[in-house]
């Protein structure tokens, strides 16, 4: 089991940026992948990005390509997500999440994190 704790989340205007961190900790080697989903009220969980601990390969939402950037830094177990340009659609919740392998859908995941809210206002 890996415990996952978000944070970085705020209140920000539209055109902001905002770094999300997620601290992995606990059997990490047992979850090769991380992703960071969102979701807002009224909505389902959807998709953000993943990256795999060892090589780095990622996958983006279609909705966040070219703003979001998630990234890893191995020596501290901890995931980042940077998201730049960030719009009112933005909005939600946004939870870090660890699996065996790279997905974008959410049921593959295995451990979350308690989540960390963004809101953007126009």
């Known amino acids: 089991q890996v415990q996952l704790v978000e944070s970085g989340g705020g209140l920000v205007q539209a055109g902001d940026s905002l770094r999300l961190s997620c601290a992995a900790s606990g059997r990490t080697f047992s979850r090769p992948v991380m992703g960071w989903f969102r979701q807002a009220p009224g909505k389902e969980r959807e998709f953000v990005a993943a990256i795999r601990w060892i090589v780095g390969s990622t996958d983006y939402a279609g909705s966040v390509k070219g703003r979001f950037t998630i990234s890893r830094d191995n020596a501290k177990n901890t995931v980042y997500l940077q998201m730049n340009n960030l719009k009112p659609e933005d909005t939600a919740d946004y939870y870090c999440?660890?699996?065996?392998?790279?997905?974008?859908?959410?049921?593959?995941?295995?451990?979350w994190g308690q989540g960390t809210q963004v809101t953007v206002s126009s």
């Open positions: 999440a660890a699996g065996t392998r790279l997905s974008d859908y959410w049921p593959t995941y295995n451990d």
